[in-house]
């Protein structure tokens, strides 16, 4: 089991720039995959990105703003930089770990979760 806290949200306008992070703790040392999901008020829960433990990623590109995803192994902390955000961006953003050995981008597929951490985007 991992446990896993998202930080680094907030509020900002248009055009801003947040990081953030997520930290997973507990039996991390099984983590092949971690991802960063976000859910906006009734809409389905989607993904911005997915790193693995070798570093393969993918991101969202259909998304709005810029994002980097990036991590470090040693230190079980997985970044999401967000540039250029729109208000489209806002939602609750989750951290997710998982243990497939196939990058998924399938929520299902994730056996932890963070309890996520609010992005608003908004003049």
């Known amino acids: 089991q991992v446990q896993l806290v998202e930080s680094g949200g907030g509020t900002v306008q248009p055009g801003g720039s947040l990081r953030l992070s997520c930290v997973a703790s507990g039996r991390s040392d099984t983590i092949t995959s971690m991802a960063w999901f976000r859910q906006a008020p009734g809409k389905e829960r989607e993904y911005v990105s997915v790193?693995?433990?070798?570093?393969?990623?993918i991101i969202n590109m259909s998304m709005k703003g810029r994002f980097t995803i990036s991590r470090d192994n040693n230190k079980n902390i997985v970044w999401l930089q967000v540039i250029s955000l729109e208000p489209e961006n806002t939602a609750l953003y989750y951290c997710?770990?998982?243990?497939?050995?196939?990058?998924?981008?399938?929520?299902?597929?994730?056996?932890?979760w963070g309890k996520g951490t609010q992005v608003t985007v908004a003049s």
């Open positions: 997710a770990a998982g243990t497939a050995s196939e990058t998924s981008v399938i929520p299902d597929d994730y056996s932890d």
């Open positions: 790193i693995r433990r070798g570093g393969g990623r």
